[in-house]
């Protein structure tokens, strides 16, 4: 683990490249990717830096996507060539050690991870990516059902559930669907039955 800058120069550098309301939604996951780290004794400091820097590739628009993750050698999906927005966590994970002078496989991860999730996900993973949906810019009708689980419920209660209001979220609207975030929740769900088993 390498942080080459500090976070104030991170946070500097990030202000310079993102549109004035994405920065502020990057410090608000920051600050909440923080909490959750202190909350399930996760690295504080890794999750603060991962909340921060998350967005970073959205910087570029939807129709540089494709371009920028070729250039990095990403794979990309046919879901991802439908919705190039969803690369926009790959490059992310790539630009924190370009840009951000970032040497940390599991912060980079851990952006890689924030949109659509995965298989594996790490306690850091899956708190950056909740971190996401309840930072306090956001707006929409499950969020305060989320961030109450956020000071009650454990890691996997509070994801699995995010998770699943993602899936109906995308689902209502009619999009595809992508195979890691069914993958994440599946993980989870299977976890819970095999110690629910267990405990038998």
């Known amino acids: 683990m390498s942080f080459g800058m500090t976070y104030e120069e991170m946070k500097g550098i990030l202000q310079m490249r993102l549109k004035p309301s994405r920065f502020r939604h990057s410090l608000g996951v920051a600050e909440t990717a923080e909490f959750l780290a202190h909350r399930f004794g996760a690295d504080e400091q890794r999750a ?115 998770l699943s209001d993602s899936l109906r979220f995308v689902l209502d609207k009619g999009n595809l669907i992508h195979p890691d975030t069914v993958q994440a929740r599946n993980e989870i769900l299977l976890n819970r039955h095999r110690n629910d088993n267990a405990a038998v």
């Open 48 to 162: 603060r830096i991962a909340g921060l820097l998350h967005d970073c590739a959205r910087e570029y628009r939807n129709e540089e996507m494709v371009h920028e993750a070729e250039q990095r050698g990403i794979s990309i999906g046919m879901v991802e060539r439908s919705m190039p927005l969803l690369l926009h966590a790959s490059i992310g994970a790539c630009l924190v050690r370009e840009r951000y002078r970032v040497d940390d496989p599991a912060v980079e991860q851990a952006i890689r991870r924030h949109t659509v999730g995965g298989a594996g996900m790490t306690s850091l993973d899956k708190i950056v990516w909740f971190a996401d949906m309840i930072e306090p810019g956001r707006n929409y009708p499950e969020v305060e059902k989320l961030r109450r689980m956020a000071r009650e419920s454990s890691l996997d209660e509070m994801v699995f559930e995010g």
